[in-house]
Each structure stands twice: as C-alpha cells, then as structure tokens.
C-alpha cells in the first residue's frame, strides 16, 4: 500500500485541522492504520492508531480528548481530526500501515509503508 497525508496548514492556537491519510495504491481496508508526528529536534511519536474494522482506536495521552481518528474504507482514506490545537501539536504528521497484531502499541517499528508527511504549524 501507498499513502499520502494531507491536510496540514498553519493554524492559531486552539483552532482545528483535519488531516487525510489516503492509500494512493492497495486496499486501505487491508490495514491498521497509524498516525505518527515529528517535531524538529525531537523523535517520532505515536499520536493515534485505528484498527482495520474502526471498532478499535487508541490515542496517546498528549492528543486524547483533542485529537479523533476515523476511517472511511470505502474512501480509501483514515482521518485525523485535530481540535484544540496547541503549539506543540506543531510537527511533520505522517501516517503509516500496519498488519501487527502489536499495532496499538505506539511503536513505529510495527508500522511499514511511510508516506511524504504534511506540515501543521500551531501559532500561539
């Protein structure tokens, strides 16, 4: 599978964005489907995962009650709601593709199939 994130911009703080995470190639459907973040100078990080069937998502403690991911199979593409935007929400997004029963556990090394990543800068 091949994915492209979209949807990134420049934002103030506490507005919204939704990025779009969608399979340019293969059946998104096949997959969980995560969304990682990286900020300059700093590691990738785990912000939120669905599973194939959307009855599963996990999100990490820095983004819950903020942040919604979802998925429209028949799209091809998985979402992620953004809300409440705060300055350090500022970072590359990316999305990813897992078939790792280990998915849910925030570990980018289960998770294969890294897109170009879209930029969302939070302004204070």
């Known amino acids: 599978v091949q994915l492209q994130a979209s949807g990134g911009g420049l934002v103030q703080a506490g507005g919204s964005l939704r990025l779009s995470c969608v399979a340019a190639?293969?059946?998104?459907?096949?997959?969980?489907i995560g969304w990682f973040r990286q900020a300059p100078g700093k590691e990738r990080e785990f912000v939120a995962t669905?599973?194939?069937?959307?009855?599963?998502?996990y999100g990490s403690d820095s983004v819950k009650g903020r942040f919604t991911i979802s998925r429209h199979n028949t799209k091809n593409t998985v979402y992620l709601q953004m809300s409440s935007l705060k300055p350090e929400d500022t970072a590359v997004y990316y999305c990813?593709?897992?078939?790792?029963?280990?998915?849910?556990?925030?570990?980018?090394?289960?998770?294969?199939?890294w897109g170009p990543g879209t930029q969302v800068t939070v302004s204070s």
């Open positions: 669905i599973s194939r069937s959307s009855s599963t998502t």
């Open positions: 190639s293969g059946r998104i459907s096949n997959y969980h």
């Open positions: 990813a593709a897992s078939t790792s029963v280990a998915y849910s556990r925030g570990s980018d090394s289960f998770y294969h199939s």
